[in-house]
């Protein structure tokens, strides 16, 4: 389940920014402002992309709550071992999701 999340929002972080640059600089390749000034190629591409991960990357955190619970059945047998030796009593345990 944690390990889940964590690449749903870890994709979707990522998906963005090797998304829309390519097809923005695409556009702006055809245009004359990049055909005048060619060295701003790699600032934009770098302005584009730090664009889509700033609003990318609140977005996908938020996508799943940042501490969650699981059955400590739903856990490893060697985790739940561990758990267990020291709190036997014990049914549910909390993670924090991390980034």
Avoid: D, H, W
Wanted: hydrophobic content about 45%; aromatic content about 8%.
């Amino acid at each position: 389940q944690a390990i889940s999340q964590v690449v749903v929002s870890r994709i979707g972080m990522a998906a963005p920014a090797m998304a829309i640059p390519p097809v923005i600089m695409n556009i702006l390749e055809k245009k004359a402002f990049l055909k005048r000034y060619p060295f701003m190629n790699a600032p934009l591409q770098v302005g584009l992309v730090g664009s889509c991960l700033v609003f990318a990357t609140p977005l996908c955190c938020a996508l799943f709550p940042q501490k969650s619970s699981m059955n400590i059945s739903s856990l490893e047998p060697e985790v739940r071992a561990q758990v267990l030796e020291k709190s036997p009593e014990t049914k549910i345990v909390y993670f924090n999701k991390g980034l």
